[in-house]
């Protein structure tokens, strides 16, 4: 008989694979597709439903109907993890590269993430104890990082998606000798997540769902398994160990046109929205297609008052631009390094904190050629 267990959070796993094709899912293979979360990672997907307008001699709705499924949303907080090795991608790359656009790999030089006009999507999987949650067609659209002198780099990404599915925990009821694999309640899986039947997970691969059945509670599977009566059938992730170490925020130097300054704080905040087309009927009943939309890239610093940061007040005045280079370094391959050329601070605001005055000072990143006002770079 299957279980009903409560799902813990601490039991948790998150993968992220680039698609070839948008809205297509694509299962984690190598160590670069997973990603250990700096708290919780959600997804969500939610229907609307629209109320029928035929008349009725009652106050009551009589019926209504759901409406096409829009977007998902999901957030995914991770810190920062260079490889460690000059040249090749860190850990969460293709979540960086759907931020900003384009990752490159220069040799055994750097990894860098630069900006387009048109983002990759990729397929987001997300364990949740006992059940395995899975977002194709995902596409980041926004990541902050807010940098003090304590604890890690930590950058929050969030974003939407096209569709949503699962795998949860259930039975085999009957012995499986072939491709259809009969278990409790169906329910619990969708078309396109992977399972593993006891302790058969194939090599680490998992079996792809091909089709479900609701009404004969069955799976119909790409492969022939074989597999006795009341084995346990729940969604699978594949075992790697994250590349990388985490940066420490103390490593932390940041530079004004080459100089260096000493903040109390940094937040910076980079989004790069996409409009999901939620208008168009689709044949799937799901979203098909986004846009990529205007970027905005806003930075809040913190410092102490100091007498030569009067001239901030000025500059703000001139529409001044200033070159920002934020590095968090911990040695050779172990740097990531953010660069925003053309960053324009706006006049600061003065707080007095006894004993201490600081100023709290926003600023804007702007490009000048354009797809040039922000990159991400891993040294």
Known sequence: MSTNTVARAMVQDCFAVKETTKGTAVFPTAATHRIVTAGTAEINQ???FSDSEEIANSLDILDRFQDQMGAGSFSVPMYLRPSGTAGTAPMGDILLES???????????????????????????????????????????????NLTNQGGAKLDMSGGFMKMGWA???????????????????????????????????????????????????????DTITAASGVVVKGFLPTFTAVGEV??????TITFDTVSKNLKSLNLSINSPVAWQTDEITISGYVTEYIEDRRSITSSI???????????????????????????????????????????????????????????????SLGNLGEDSCSIVFT
């Open 99 to 145: 931020l900003m656009g384009v990752g490159t790999k220069d040799g055994t030089v750097k990894y860098s993430f630069t900006q387009a006009t048109t983002k990759p999507s990729f397929t987001l999987w997300i364990k949740k104890s006992h059940t395995v949650f899975f977002a194709t067609g995902s596409c980041i659209e926004s990541g902050t990082l």
């Open 46 to 48: 939610q229907a609307t």
């Open 168 to 222: 949860g925990t259930d039975i085999a009821n009957a012995a499986v000798t072939a491709k259809i694999v009969a278990v409790e309640n169906a329910k619990l899986f969708t078309a396109g997540a992977y399972i593993q039947l006891g302790t058969d997970h194939n090599t680490n691969q998992g079996y792809r769902i091909a089709s479900v059945d609701y009404d004969t509670n069955t799976l119909t599977m790409d």
């Open 302 to 364: 913190d410092v102490l008052f100091r007498e030569q940061d009067l001239s901030y007040f000025y500059d703000a005045t001139q529409n001044t631009q200033v070159d920002v280079i934020i590095t968090i370094a911990d040695g050779a391959g172990k740097t990531c390094t953010i660069n925003l050329p053309y960053t324009e601070l706006e006049v600061p605001n003065i707080t007095t904190s006894s004993p201490t005055v600081s100023l709290s000072i926003s600023g804007t």
């Open 247 to 252: 940066l420490e925020n103390k490593n932390t």
